[in-house]
């Protein structure tokens, strides 16, 4: 960790003294982050609200309180050559390394242990202790669109509500703006195994092809996308039923408005989204499985200054495991924070990749039960939020939500919990701002097994952090 600070400290020095005789100007921006963190149920990033030993069993499976120190650096360096020729950068370190360890907090990257499969991913797979160059992309803007090729910021939906943080490798060009319609088309290669498998004489790749349409007006704007996605990384096997090496071909379909009235005291904003294709068995062996998930956020509010006040809805569709069709819609992205403990990152019982499901949205997650009374459970949730600017340095948040299965098991409840947080921020400085967030969760009867046969505990969690950006 020291020699790659050193390194990185002595290759911006170097480029601070020769830039300017190389006619390049380069920008800095960034952040860094101290940040306290506890939960009650925790237990290393998997939410186990249950009293005294996990009924499940196994190492570390009980609900226990989990208490840390964490930090993150992030660096923006934006070197511009020509007037609209830039290169752009992005370094981390330490990416919410917890203090006195070398391990991540879980905010960067959590583990399923089992598995080895992201349940949260940001730059996967970066580590704690890593010197990490996140992004670096060249950006060329001319009067017929601006193109983007390299490492870039890789977020899939227009709306947070199913988007994860992430970057990837993309060739994307942005149009320029007609009356208020313009497009983006992009490539982006989400997994190269053809070649790195050793298998190159076959093609088990997972690429993504997307087309964005905007129009915007003065009071509202609208937005199209397409995806298509073709997926050939599993010729190995398939972590759905009926577990057949297979072919995929799946197309995303979003669908995004926002509006407000002409004094923006009235708003709306919303996304829809529908996944529709299949997965076709490589060998014939068994029938094609139809993909049909499908997933929406929509919220309604008023701003009238100082208040703001918002009510929410988002699901996500599950799947019942039936053999012949996966209806696992969106899941609830990391970008999508409206409930500190619900959709944060570190009980991770609703957030997760897109396409996937988090800790509690799985057929594992009751992993004691029948495989036969397992499913992809989906979600579905409800928050009211207000926000008060008590004055231009404190700002406070209250939120009340509740989140329930779409699909669920035999004998299981369908109900997550219900959660009240609080929250503040306050502006020390123009550039240095302190946060407080209390949350609580009423932990659903979901916990409680098949026919409530177990005894849980609700879930409560306080994090306060000092960021200071330039």
């Not at 991540?104 to 399923?112: D, E, L, P, V």
């Not at 970008?335 to 799985?362: E, K, R, V």
Request: charge should be negative; glycine fraction near 10%; aromatic fraction near 14%.
């Amino acid at each position: 960790m020291k020699k790659g600070l050193i390194i990185i400290a002595a290759a911006l020095f170097v480029a601070a003294m020769v830039l300017p005789a190389m006619a390049v100007d380069m920008s800095l921006s960034g952040y860094y982050r101290v940040r306290g963190f506890y939960q009650s149920n925790a237990d290393q990033g998997q939410v186990t609200p249950w009293e005294g030993t996990n009924p499940y069993g196994g190492a570390n499976a009980y609900g226990s309180p989990e208490a840390w120190w964490d930090h993150h650096l992030q660096l923006n360096p934006v070197f511009k050559v020509a007037d609209n020729l830039k290169l752009v950068t992005r370094v981390s370190a330490f990416n919410n390394q917890m203090f006195g360890s070398g391990s991540t907090s879980g905010a960067i990257t959590t583990k399923n242990s089992a598995t080895g499969s992201d349940f949260a991913t940001f730059n996967d797979p970066d580590g704690a202790d890593n010197i990490i160059f996140n992004r670096a992309y060249i950006e060329w803007a001319t009067p017929k669109g601006t193109l983007k090729i390299g490492r870039q910021d890789a977020g899939t939906t227009f709306l947070p509500f199913a988007n994860s943080e992430r970057d990837g490798d993309r060739i994307r060009y942005n149009s320029p703006t007609w009356s208020g319609f313009n497009f983006s088309a992009y490539y982006e290669k989400l997994t190269e195994s053809s070649v790195t498998s050793g298998h190159n004489i076959g093609d088990e790749d997972k690429d993504s092809y997307v087309l964005r349409l905007n129009y915007a007006q003065p009071c509202w704007w609208l937005g199209y996308g397409l995806d298509f996605v073709r997926d050939r990384t599993s010729s190995s096997g398939i972590a759905i039923p009926p577990y057949a090496a297979y072919k995929a071909d799946y197309f995303l379909h979003h669908v995004a408005l926002k509006a407000n009235d002409p004094t923006n005291t009235y708003f709306f904003e919303g996304e829809l989204q529908l996944q529709a294709g299949d997965y076709k068995d490589y060998y014939g062996a068994t029938a094609d499985i139809d993909r049909k998930g499908w997933g929406y956020y929509a919220a309604v509010g008023m701003k009238k200054a100082p208040l703001t006040v918002a009510l929410a809805t988002a699901f996500t569709s599950g799947d019942d495991n039936a053999a012949d069709d996966y209806k696992v819609g969106p899941a609830f992205g990391l970008d999508f924070q409206p409930l500190y403990i619900a959709t944060g990152p570190y009980s991770n019982i609703l957030t997760s990749q897109s396409g996937t499901s988090g800790g509690a949205m799985s057929d594992t997650a009751l992993s004691g039960l029948p495989s036969a009374t397992r499913c992809n459970t989906g979600a579905k949730a409800y928050v009211l939020s207000a926000d008060y600017q008590c004055s231009p340095e404190l700002a406070l948040h209250g939120a009340l939500g509740a989140a329930y299965a779409d699909k669920v098991g035999a004998g299981v409840d369908d109900e997550f919990g219900t959660e009240f947080d609080l929250g503040l921020k306050y502006q020390i400085m123009s550039n240095l701002a302190y946060e407080l967030h209390f949350g609580y969760l009423w932990t659903g009867d979901f916990f409680k097994g098949p026919a409530g046969k177990y005894t849980t505990d609700d879930i409560y969690q306080i994090d306060h952090s000092l960021t200071l950006s330039f």
